[in-house]
């Protein structure tokens, strides 16, 4: 169990550094704080080395702790750009210039246009009756 922790605690620690991967590090730094603590007690039942127990759960630890700030950081800086007035606007001005550019193309190609994102998706018909 001692190494498994401490291999899944070098996974978890080169992950968790990986700005947007890191989260994909929680996993197996879980994981593995979980079997480095069962290998401490185990191995401190019998009397035995628990260095590599000792090992994993300190890796994994500061793993998950650096996931932790990770995602601390990118939530604080999301929220703060979502409450800037001049990226609303800046996103709105975009918005309404793709579904123009949009609403052109489907001018030309007079069956609609569709735009779609992740998270939404805009049919624009052409105007009926234009030549």
Do not use: H
Not at 47 to 61: H, Q, R, S, Y
Not at 64 to 76: D, E, G, H, P
Not at 83 to 109: N, V, W, Y
């Amino acid at each position: 169990m001692g190494i498994a922790a401490l291999i899944l605690g070098i996974v978890g620690l080169v992950i968790a550094w990986i700005p947007f991967c890191g989260i994909l590090a929680l996993i197996p730094c879980l994981v593995g704080l979980g079997l480095g603590i069962a290998d401490i007690i185990v191995k401190g039942k019998r009397g035995e080395p628990k260095g590599m127990g000792i090992a994993g759960t300190v890796l994994n630890a500061v793993a998950l702790l650096i996931v932790i700030l990770w995602s601390i950081v990118f939530a604080a800086q999301t929220a703060s750009l979502m409450s800037d007035p001049e990226f609303k606007e800046a996103f709105s001005q975009e918005f309404k210039r793709q579904l123009e550019e949009a609403e052109k193309k489907a001018d030309q190609d007079q069956n609609g246009v569709v735009v779609s994102t992740e998270e939404v998706e805009v049919q624009v018909q052409a105007p009926a009756g234009r030549d």
